[in-house]
């Protein structure tokens, strides 16, 4: 075990991984006073070796690392990977492949929804994990070898779990199952935000196109000014204060100043003269330009007994199948079924029609039915 601080070492590392069959990787990072994450340790192994890089050094170049995880002949082994993944594409535009997320595996082979690693850690290598400097600022240098050793625990011991639960996919012939969910996590474009999206995160309740004209203005000004200061768009305006703002709709500067969670200063701000300038501009919008307000309507009072019984099928499905809930469908799904038998639903296709749409459809076209054996819930076909 080492922590690299030498571009020459590191490229050295990554010669020899890249002849590896796979690589378990783990990153620490910080991100509550930035908008993008503080890359600030990567901990990397594979069979004979174990490192930690410590990206912080001065002068060091991750280009060999970042290579290392576009060379597709290195399987890497992560495990819940979105964060990592993202803090990879803001930083140098890579996404790593082949990718082998343990947590998505995990849920594959019937360990439940979104175990977490320590958790996994017990039960596939049967040891407790010491979480003591969870806390740790990874920022802060020297780091301790308690620190370093709690960070490189999240690779070596990912490297057997990464061999269990491969043979376990093997041996139940889900190695295509869990390549259909991997597939999802490689979309460069999903780990960034553009500005003219963002209001896509905020939870708008109103159902006024041109209060929802001025969200959109106002929550694309804010990621932008978030993206280029790098601080958390909160720190540039808080959720309430853009949808109060939206509502309020001040038309000069001056009204700023009575509305709360605004700074004292932000009225006479470039910020404040555009938010009055967006504000005008979506009240001045033709109405055939307001942005088309799409809501899925609420189920139907009369399909919640069919949703229930959904809901029971499915944990019989994923019991039996030994596979976790949140693979095959969530209530939404089960709503969709409800009102429709051909649904646009991933549990209405594939393998998971296989294991579960089939006997939903069925269900609900009383082909099958429930009862109670041993103390038991058993699905049973009904003979016409």
Request: hydrophobic share 40%; charged share 30%.
């Amino acid at each position: 075990m080492s922590v690299i601080t030498s571009s020459e070492v590191l490229k050295a590392l990554c010669d020899r991984l890249s002849t590896s069959e796979y690589v378990t990787v783990d990153t620490e990072f910080l991100r509550d006073k930035t908008y993008y994450s503080k890359l600030c340790l990567i901990q990397i192994a594979n069979d004979d070796e174990y490192h930690a890089i410590d990206t912080l050094a001065p002068g060091l170049d991750l280009t060999p690392f970042y290579d290392l995880m576009e060379n597709e002949k290195v399987v890497k082994v992560f495990h819940a990977a979105t964060q990592d993944i993202e803090i990879f594409v803001n930083m140098a535009g890579v996404v790593p492949k082949p990718l082998f997320d343990s947590q998505i595996a995990a849920m594959v082979c019937g360990f439940g929804d979104s175990i977490g690693y320590e958790k996994l850690v017990l039960a596939l290598c049967n040891k407790p994990l010491d979480k003591s400097t969870r806390f740790t600022d990874w920022s802060r240098r020297p780091l301790t070898e308690r620190q370093i050793d709690y960070a490189l625990g999240d690779v070596t011991h990912l490297r057997v779990i990464y061999k269990k639960l491969k043979l376990q996919l093997a041996q139940s012939g889900r190695e295509n199952w869990l390549s259909e969910e991997i597939t999802g996590l490689l979309d460069k474009d999903s780990y960034t935000i553009q500005p003219e999206n963002a209001w896509k995160r905020i939870k708008i309740r109103n159902n006024n196109r041109r209060f929802n004209a001025i969200v959109h203005k106002i929550a694309e000004w804010r990621e932008a000014e978030a993206q280029r200061r790098n601080i958390p768009r909160n720190r540039v305006m808080r959720d309430e204060v853009l949808l109060e703002l939206s509502a309020v709709r001040p038309t000069h500067t001056n009204a700023l100043t009575s509305v709360r969670g605004l700074g004292a200063n932000f009225a006479s701000s470039g910020g404040g003269e555009y938010i009055i300038k967006a504000i005008k501009e979506s009240l001045d919008m033709p109405e055939d330009q307001l942005p088309v307000i799409s809501r899925r309507k609420p189920p139907s009072q009369n399909t919640d007994p069919i949703v229930e019984l959904l809901k029971v099928l499915l944990k019989l499905v994923c019991k039996s199948e030994n596979v976790a809930p949140k693979l095959i469908a969530n209530v939404e799904d089960l709503e969709k079924i409800a009102e429709n038998d051909n649904a646009d639903v991933r549990a209405l296709k594939g393998w998971r029609y296989d294991i579960f749409g089939k006997d939903a459809q069925a269900l609900k076209n009383g082909e099958v039915a429930f009862a109670i054996r041993n103390n038991e819930i058993v699905i049973f076909p009904i003979e016409n």
